[in-house]
């Protein structure tokens, strides 16, 4: 058991100092090799244009996408919120016993398969609802005043509204039952016209950013015409110099789209911080009630770092273009 | 070819290079050119049949042009400005495609040469450009060693032979500078360095006395007939009638696109 022990500690000893042994010479020539200047210069003007142009681009991109996540999430929450209530209605008339009338339709609701709960509008609070109008220290039984009952809805499983309609018409003849589907209709229409302008929007600002960056990247490169022939005159292979290039330019870019997208989730962070501060002010009410929480979420950060991902990986690639491109000219 | 067959520079290569005294060079007369060894008559690094070029749809500028250099050979190529010496340098170095004609390079059809071979050929020819070409951001050192680095090369493999070959060249002590900090004699003596730093079987030079002073051309005529002399063959273009004067070699004049040999 000893001998066994001690094999397999002097194997383990043995792999430590090799694995080691790699590991410091793997060391040493990353050393070595970043010892010497970078082939490719450092950034001239044209290439701090570039990457101040990224980070730019980059920035407005993803405010773009946050703008757009943020339309499309509040919209679907609206619609949700709607969807999720149904309102009964139950007019005053001559004789009619509005308590008898109102529980008659909470229980004929209630009693549909989709309703989670159906409660009705209390006194109190219908007074509170028409104090705006009526002012205060009404007595609702001394007016004609319809009464609500609150229908919560599973939006999963809805109810069946037009024989839940048809048994209130029999039951309680003055009662209207809405369930809210022309206000539904019209925001479904709207969030989907909102979200898919944003899209545009978004399919523009992309499309924008990415020749811009092509553009910024060939000017960079343009300036680099000596050390690509230079390189191709000693030797270099193709590959080798749109390597050199591409890594320069993927940094660079990465640079700039890290810098644009940093900004873009301080931005998001700090008016959501601003939100969640307001919540019970009138301004901070509004805004909730416009945009919900001004929070982009989980997709929205992955929808930034997809951006910057794919803006250095742009970079890289018009600089990798740019390079084979220009040594197909000088060499025929 | 493996680095274990072909090291960057022997030290043979060097051993008696190293004793070079440049002062001495200001006075000292020019050796005759080396003949052509015997056995490397035949042996053509280089060869030319009838090949003519033109640009585009423009004249020809070179016209039924056919020589070929031999291995170990020491030779100028001459003629007017504009005659088009660059250009053939750019043919030899294969940065242009004749119109027409047969160009032979190491022995391959260079219309059979594709993309990919292209770089290991040009590492045996060493070039020394007009305008030196160093980039300005790396270091004399660096310049120097470009050609190995671009091949991979770890820098602790060759770092002592580029020392010595700069040392060679008289610039031991500015190796860590700049170019733009260098004068124009020693940015062509780092060109010649980095030409050489491969070890090339030919060197060509475009014009590498153009730029310096009567007293610095000699020196590196110098340098050039004792890289010869140490086995590699040599074409100098160049306009300067005086500088030809002074050494015995064969003579290539480009007149009109055509070319006249005088061996």
């Known amino acids: ?332 | 070819m493996n680095d274990a067959s072909h090291p960057v520079l022997p030290t043979t290569y060097l051993h008696d290079a190293l004793t070079i005294n440049y002062e001495w060079w200001d006075t000292a007369p020019f050796p005759p050119a080396v003949p052509v060894p015997r056995q490397c008559r035949s042996v053509h690094v280089i060869r030319f049949e009838n090949v003519g070029l033109r640009y585009g749809m423009g004249p020809e500028v070179l016209r039924d042009v056919s020589f070929h250099l031999p291995d170990k050979s020491f030779q100028f190529l001459s003629g007017p400005s504009g005659t088009g010496k660059t250009t053939l340098l750019r043919l030899l170095f294969m940065s242009l495609r004749p119109t027409r004609g047969l160009i032979t390079i190491f022995g391959k059809d260079r219309s059979r040469i594709t993309r990919e071979e292209l770089p290991h050929l040009r590492r045996r020819i060493g070039v020394v450009f007009q305008d030196f070409r160093l980039l300005d951001h790396l270091t004399t050192y660096e310049n120097v060693a470009l050609p190995l680095r671009v091949r991979g090369k770890e820098e602790s493999s060759y770092r002592a032979d580029v020392v010595e070959l700069l040392r060679w060249v008289g610039l031991g002590d500015r190796m860590h500078v700049l170019p733009p900090v260098l004068s124009g004699g020693e940015k062509q003596r780092a060109a010649i360095a980095r030409a050489l730093v491969e070890q090339p079987r030919i060197l060509l030079a475009d014009e590498p006395t153009g730029n310096v002073d009567p007293q610095l051309a000699r020196r590196l005529l110098h340098l050039m007939i004792e890289l010869n002399r140490m086995g590699t063959a040599v074409l100098i273009a160049t306009h300067d009638i005086g500088l030809m004067d002074q050494v015995d070699a064969r003579r290539m004049v480009l007149s009109g696109g055509r070319l006249e040999i005088y061996d």
């Not at chain 1, 909470?106 to 009526?134: K, M, N, Q």
């Not at chain 1, 978004?202 to 960056?213: R, Y």
């Not at chain 1, 979420?297 to 990986?313: C, D, T, W």
Request: with cysteine; net charge positive.
């Open chain 1, 1 to 332: 058991m000893t001998r066994a022990s001690s094999g397999a500690g002097a194997i383990a000893r043995s792999l430590a100092q090799r694995v080691s042994t790699a590991i410091g010479a793997r060391w040493k020539r990353s050393l070595l090799r970043h010892g010497q200047t970078a082939i490719v210069p450092r950034e001239n003007v044209a290439g701090r244009a570039m990457v101040l142009v990224i980070a730019i681009m980059t920035f407005l991109s993803c405010l773009t996408l946050g703008a757009v996540t943020l339309v499309r999430d509040t919209a679907s929450t609206w619609q949700t919120q709607i969807a999720r209530e149904a309102t009964i209605q139950i007019k005053p008339a001559e004789g009619l016993d509005m308590g008898g009338a109102l529980a008659t339709a909470r229980r004929i609701a209630a009693s549909y398969h989709g309703v989670r709960d159906a409660s009705i509008v209390s006194d109190t609070a219908t007074a509170r609802l028409l104090e705006p109008w009526l002012g205060p220290g009404l007595d609702i039984n001394e007016l004609p005043v319809p009464r609500l009952i609150i229908v919560t809805i599973d939006p999963a499983d809805k109810p069946d509204f037009a024989a839940m309609r048809a048994e209130l018409r029999q039951a309680v003849p003055n009662a209207i039952l809405d369930d809210h589907r022309t206000w539904v209709d019209r925001l479904v229409a709207m969030s989907r016209t909102t979200v898919t302008i944003g899209m545009g929007v978004l399919a523009l600002m992309l499309s924008a950013t990415a020749l811009t960056v092509i553009f910024a990247t060939r000017g960079a490169m343009a300036g680099n015409g000596h050390v690509i022939e230079v390189l191709h005159f000693v030797g270099a292979e193709a590959i080798f110099i749109a390597r050199q290039f591409r890594r320069h330019f993927l940094l660079a870019g990465a640079r700039g789209a890290v810098a644009g997208g940093l900004v873009a989730v301080i931005v998001f962070v700090i008016v959501s911080w601003w939100s969640s501060r307001n919540i019970a002010t009138p301004e901070g009410d509004q805004a909730a009630a416009l945009f919900g929480t001004f929070s982009i979420g989980l997709s929205g950060y992955l929808g930034v770092a997809l951006i910057v991902l794919l803006i250095a990986v742009l970079t890289a690639a018009t600089s990798h273009v740019t390079v084979m491109a220009y040594l197909r000219r000088i060499e025929p």
